[in-house]
């Protein structure tokens, strides 16, 4: 067994289709809906988003993140002991999603499953594939957020499908002698299921309830500024460290007044805040690993860095997780 798991490869990807806010604005002005990029920027931060074509699955974007975050780990699929994957946006309702993502991967034999945490789907993931590798069940992860956000937004609700896109991340988990991950710290508490949810399943071969998604805006973003700060500070005292020892925060790009509020609350310049929300708008479960391999692969986030990753999302879920690079 060893006493740590590390990152040791990461990969992205986005849809090719990118939507500024000028052009889905035009898009919804042609259904009758009214925003605006100044409306769009002013309130979220966001300027464009990406939107998978409609035979495209999460399990599609989900494959070349991995492959790429395998590429950076120098590892073949084969090599690989673990796939968790964190979406909200599965392809089917069963099997999971990281079933048919290591079928495409040709990666056979290992345990494949999904974890559902919304927007905090990475954070569990992670903490989850962690546990694994540390008890010795695993000894190479791969841990991946993969959306198709489009498919779930009423378009014609321009207080929610203004807010989101699609994409994936991927992580390489592998066992270490190294820090690395040092620690999580995960929470839910389902009574503000109702704030931010999907209302709908599958009956009968038919879908009951409405199953796009819906949210209290004002009730998630008092949430998220109230209860993320609290998470990183938690996962800190586990090790005996502060915030002014993170070098980088990669929040979940959901807003920026919720990362600037939780960046002031932790005494954090925005500086070393990696955002990448303008471009990519939420991307649920992907956004924190699309935002930690960016940050890598502009060679801003380095080798040896003390990362603070941390989500909040539906469930109402969130959690931080705390690692060396
Ligand atoms: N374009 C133009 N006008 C709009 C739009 C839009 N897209 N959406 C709402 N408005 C209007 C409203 O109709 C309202 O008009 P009114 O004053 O005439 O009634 C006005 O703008 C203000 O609306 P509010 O809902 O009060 O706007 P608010 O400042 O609360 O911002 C927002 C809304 C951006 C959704 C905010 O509440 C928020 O960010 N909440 C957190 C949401 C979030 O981040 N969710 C995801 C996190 S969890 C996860 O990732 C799953």
């Known amino acids: 067994m060893s006493p740590y798991s590390r990152i040791t490869g990461t990969g992205s990807y986005l849809p090719p289709r990118r939507l500024s806010n000028a052009d889905l604005a035009a898009e919804l002005a042609a259904g009758g809906v009214e925003t605006s990029d100044q409306w769009i920027v002013e309130r979220t931060g966001i300027r464009a988003r990406h939107f998978a074509a409609p035979d495209v699955c999460s399990s599609d974007l989900g494959l070349v993140a991995a492959r790429q975050a395998l590429q950076a780990a120098g590892l073949q699929a084969q090599d690989i002991d673990l796939i968790i994957v964190a979406t909200s946006t599965p392809d089917m309702v ?144 586990k090790v005996g460290k502060v915030a002014s020892d993170i070098d980088w925060l990669i929040p979940h790009q959901a807003n920026i007044r919720i990362i600037q509020s939780t960046a002031k609350k932790l005494k954090m310049s925005m500086d070393k805040v990696i955002v990448t929300l303008d471009q990519h708008g939420n991307t649920s479960a992907a956004s924190i690993p699309l935002a930690l391999d960016t940050a890598v692969r502009a060679g801003k986030v380095k080798a040896g860095e003390l990362l603070m990753l941390e989500g909040v999302g539906g469930g109402f879920t969130w959690g931080a997780v705390l690692l060396q690079l």
């Open 94 to 237: 069963f099997p999971s999603t990281a079933c048919i993502l290591q079928n495409k991967l040709g990666a056979h034999g290992c345990p494949a499953f999904d974890v559902q945490a919304v927007c905090s789907g990475f954070i569990y993931a992670l903490t989850v594939a962690d546990a694994l590798i540390r008890t010795g069940s695993a000894r190479r992860a791969l841990v991946v957020g993969a959306e198709v956000f489009s498919r779930i937004l009423d378009f014609k609700d321009r207080t929610t499908c203004v807010l989101f896109g699609d994409g994936a991340g991927a992580v390489v988990l592998e066992a270490s002698d190294r820090p690395g991950i040092l620690a999580s710290d995960l929470h839910a508490d389902g009574k503000h299921v109702g704030i931010l949810c999907v209302p709908g399943h599958v009956s009968g071969g038919n879908v009951l309830g409405d199953p796009v998604l819906k949210m209290d805006g004002k009730a998630v973003f008092k949430l998220a500024v109230a209860v993320l700060d609290e998470a990183a500070h938690a996962a800190l005292a």
